[in-house]
């Protein structure tokens, strides 16, 4: 039986849309998915018979969880690999940002990871649905939100950013929304109209807003206080400090989900949140690509993927095994320039 194709696309009457088609995989992308999906958008955005780009998942769980975990674990110690996925990927995000034609990610089910740089990078006409599941989840997997998400993680009202960066907590629409990562909510179903809408003439933002519904409220609204008292905090061990003095349920769960992910990345996440203020989408950009790099030098990302993915065991072994144990010297070194080894990232 022959596979279908990881990327699926269709243009009529002006749109064009395009399919992440690997549901059984929650629609991972992979370094293939990536080298496509830059052909086909970038061609869109030249050609002057295609007016709007929608990009959806396949299936009914997932606009896509993420990179492709286990390719990046299968080619550990390729350099030139390692290099090219994470370019490629990288390169996509900052080309939506600056999309001059309407790109709306139909972001229903999980949205995690890659799957966020690919959708929450544009503007304006974001869509998420009931079933939407956003997170950042990195730091359980001993990585750190790549894909420029400092970007948009230091953008969000207050220190919700940061809340979801360290905790990895799972929100829904109506928070998605509150946060800045997305604009408009729609039912699930309502993805073929909106389609058929767009194909019939009708401007983008004119059939957003004529079928978009109320999302409900938002939960991190309702949090904020609590959130930034904090999460505002000047250094990660404040941030502890902070939640050990909040008392009550959400605190210590809070607290637990800090302590349960990678030590080290959660420092280098802190770091990377807190410099993506005021930072330029290609500087958050190119930080984070040496950041990607040089995690793929250390084994916490491995053994993370082992522990959760692989063996699925979650019980990862992490080194060091506490935030108080990670020597600041390692964290300060992954955001130095790459040397000779790598190519620093461009955009040319």
Known sequence: MREEPPILTDVADGVAVLTLNRPRALN???LEMLHAMWDHVTRWRDDQNVSAVIIKGAGDKAFSAGGDVRAVVEKRGDDAFMHEVYRAEYVYDR?????????????DGIVMGGGAGISVHSRGRRIVTERTVFAMP????????????????????GSIGMYLSLTGVRIG??????????????????????????????DADAAIARMRTDPGPSSLAAMADAIDRCFSADSLGGVIAALEAENGEWAAESLKLIRAMCPFSQAVTFKDVRMGRGRSIEECLCTAFRLALRFMDREDYFEGARAILIDKDNAPRWNPDAIEKVDPAEV??????????FRELSFD
């Not at 080309?95 to 972001?107: A, E, G, L, R, T």
């Not at 629409?173 to 009708?202: N, Q």
């Not at 300060?332 to 000779?340: N, R, S």
């Open 332 to 341: 300060d070194a992954c955001f130095a320039p790459l040397g000779e080894r």
């Open 95 to 107: 080309m939506i940002h600056h999309y001059p034609k309407p790109y709306i990610p139909f972001m």
């Open 28 to 30: 991972a992308i992979n």
């Open 173 to 202: 629409a109506a928070d998605a929304i509150r946060a800045g990562f997305a604009d408009h909510h729609m039912p699930s179903g309502a993805i073929d109209d909106l389609i058929a809408a767009l194909r019939t003439g009708e």
């Open 138 to 157: 990195e730091t359980a997997l001993g990585l750190f939100p790549d894909m420029g998400a400092s970007h948009f993680l230091a953008r969000t009202p």
